[in-house]
């Protein structure tokens, strides 16, 4: 497979970037590569008991569900852990992302599932076990993995209350972002999929997991931008009765953490004194022009300057370490608006890496996954190269900085860390080689 930078995926580009890239442990180059270009399975290796891909938030997956061929469709793991093979990989622990063209496949052999780049062998697979509390059913019938999914192998308990966003069509949306598609796919597929989550059935599900479940150690509070009111509450005041509720009922039980829009002080105030630890206002790009661009919704109704200082304001409230914005890795690259080569692409960010870091924040990246129903559409994402550079200049700045481990991540390192949509915690403590 060619990327739009010329490279060939392959075992040679691996090799490649391991010798080049001597900062970042391999089990971070391998694990990029798969995010990147996707996984398919054989069907084989998909006959045993393992938990489902729940869908948490986003797709994730390179192509629509309906395209997806019916032994792989709702039938994959949530996420991957591979160890083993011909990088000698620690274990790894990658989400899924659905994609048929792959150059990377699970298959079935005498010795169990195995991860394949073309015809090499990266070693063993293991799929993600089914927590025992799955198989209750809320009052009115609604299963764990819809109301109150686990990810990160079973670490974070992901809570989308809100499964749908009021930036709305290609004029709002954020261009990278499928929640609203996502949830237009589920409901189409007739999967049971509930927009608003109740409190009720949220304190519910939780009380399962109080009780029986020793591997969650987080909370996310999470759901789409609400520009009006919803279920008669402001933004804020909606995302807030979720804090309370679960903090009243589970004080202190996990670290919890909030994901929305950049709030004001006072506000955020509000989140603290309920007992949330952590807030993550994602501020997705850096570059001013690809910011007003890609995330059309919040530039009109916030303004990048305003997101930014409301990011450090949180500083003042939350602790600055407990402050971990989001942003996509790798969509600077994406067409039609993006940077045209791998150096400026990362420049930009690097700019906004030392800025926050500078302030005490830890910024965190997701690796951008182009989904085919979002406004920037099916396109090659960005090359390997990127994401190795990507994730030297972060390992570089947050070393230059002194910063703490992020925390509500689990364990940092090369085969501890269980964070799954990125690499950023595999290469924290790697002392090169
Ligand atoms: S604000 Fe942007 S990234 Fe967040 S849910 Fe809405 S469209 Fe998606």
């Known amino acids: 497979m060619t990327s739009a930078f010329s490279e060939i995926a392959g075992p040679a580009l691996l090799e490649k970037m391991e010798d080049r890239y001597r900062s970042i442990p391999v089990e971070a180059i391998v694990k990029q590569d798969i995010l990147r270009l996707g996984l398919r399975f054989e069907e084989a290796a998909l006959q045993t008991s393992f938990k489902q891909k729940d869908y948490f938030i986003f797709t994730f997956d390179h192509m629509p569900i309906t395209d997806q061929p019916e032994e792989m469709r709702f039938r994959i793991p949530e996420e991957i852990k591979i160890q083993g093979g011909a990088f000698a990989l620690k274990p790894t622990v990658i989400s899924v992302r659905v994609d048929t063209r792959s150059p990377y496949m699970v298959r079935m052999t005498p010795d169990g599932a195995r991860i394949f780049l073309e015809d090499t062998d990266l070693g063993s697979v293991e799929f993600p076990p089914i927590p025992a509390w799955y198989r209750h059913r809320t009052a009115d019938g609604k299963f764990p993995g819809e109301i109150a999914p686990v990810i990160e192998w079973g670490y974070l308990i992901y809570l989308t209350v809100f499964r749908n966003c009021q930036y709305f069509g290609k004029e709002e949306e954020c ?27 949220i304190l519910e599900a939780l009380a399962w997991i109080d009780q029986e479940d020793t591997t969650a150690r987080a909370y996310t509070i999470t759901g789409g931008s609400i520009l009006t009111s919803l279920r008669e509450k402001k933004e804020t005041d909606f995302y807030l009765h979720y804090a309370e509720g679960i903090e009243k009922k589970f004080p202190g039980k996990w670290i919890g953490k909030i994901v929305t829009q950049a709030w004001e002080k006072e506000e955020l105030v509000r989140f603290k004194d309920a007992g949330i630890q952590i807030y993550h206002p994602n501020y997705e790009v850096w570059d001013k022009n690809l910011f007003s661009l890609l995330c059309p919704g919040k530039e009109s109704f916030i303004g990048r300057e305003n ?55 830890v910024p965190r990246f997701t690796a951008w996954c182009p989904e085919p129903y979002t406004t920037l559409g099916s396109q090659s994402g960005p090359p390997l190269e990127y994401f190795c550079e990507l994730l030297t200049v972060w390992k ?29 915690m595999d290469v924290i403590g790697y002392e090169g080689r």
């Open 175 to 201: 261009a990278f972002c499928d929640i609203n598609h996502n949830y237009r796919q589920q409901k189409q597929a007739g999967r049971p999929y509930t927009g608003v989550k109740s409190l009720e059935e």
């Open 307 to 361: 997101w930014i200082r409301r990011i450090v304001g949180a500083a003042e409230v939350f602790g600055p370490g407990n402050v971990i914005p989001n942003f996509v890795g790798g969509v600077e690259l994406s067409r039609p608006h993006g940077f045209l080569t791998v150096q400026e692409a990362v420049n930009s960010t690097a700019e906004g890496l030392d800025f926050f870091m500078s302030h005490g924040i």
């Open 396 to 424: 570089a700045a947050f070393e230059k900085y002194r910063l703490p481990v992020p925390p509500g991540y689990g364990e940092p390192g090369a085969g501890r860390a269980v964070f799954s949509v990125s690499a950023f």
